[in-house]
């Protein structure tokens, strides 16, 4: 339970943003994400993933009936969350399924005080 929190914990950090749909393809979410300056997971091409307090789990995008893009995120033993997710350039947005917020992460390291700056910038997907 306490894996599945730090998940839910990572992806509600912002406040819901009205924006623009992105591309029909979506991009890879493989790469290690940050938000700020602390690295939030480490998502790898074989299927594995490395979260920010260094536990191992797994992704995966398969989701049967669901509409659009989604990830499948499990730490450790635990049951998986599934997130709608987008990337867009360096920046992956990721919205636990049945909640409102998203979260924003970055493929660098960005100091605290201009993250939410940086973020603000930003057209989040419809789906935020």
């Known amino acids: 339970m306490k894996k599945v ?3 839910l914990t990572l992806t509600i950090l912002l406040a819901s943003l009205a924006g623009c749909a992105g591309d029909d393809e ?3 979410p493989v790469g290690e ?3 700020a300056e602390t690295m939030a997971i480490d998502i790898d091409e074989d299927g ?3 979260d920010g307090d260094g536990n ?3 992704w995966s995008t398969d ?3 669901c509409d659009g893009d989604y990830l499948l995120l499990t730490i450790g033993d635990g049951d998986g969350l599934n997130f709608q997710y987008a990337v867009e350039g360096d920046w992956m947005w990721l919205k636990p399924v049945g909640e409102e917020e998203c979260g924003a992460f970055s493929l ?3 100091p605290n005080d201009e993250y939410d700056d940086r ?3 930003l057209t989040p997907p419809s789906f935020c």
């Open 5 to 7: 929190a730090i998940l």
């Open 26 to 28: 979506s991009p890879s």
């Open 33 to 35: 994400w940050w938000h």
């Open 48 to 50: 594995s993933l490395v």
């Open 56 to 58: 191992p789990g797994t």
């Open 63 to 65: 989701c049967d009936g």
């Open 108 to 110: 660098e390291s960005i």
């Open 119 to 121: 973020v603000s910038e």
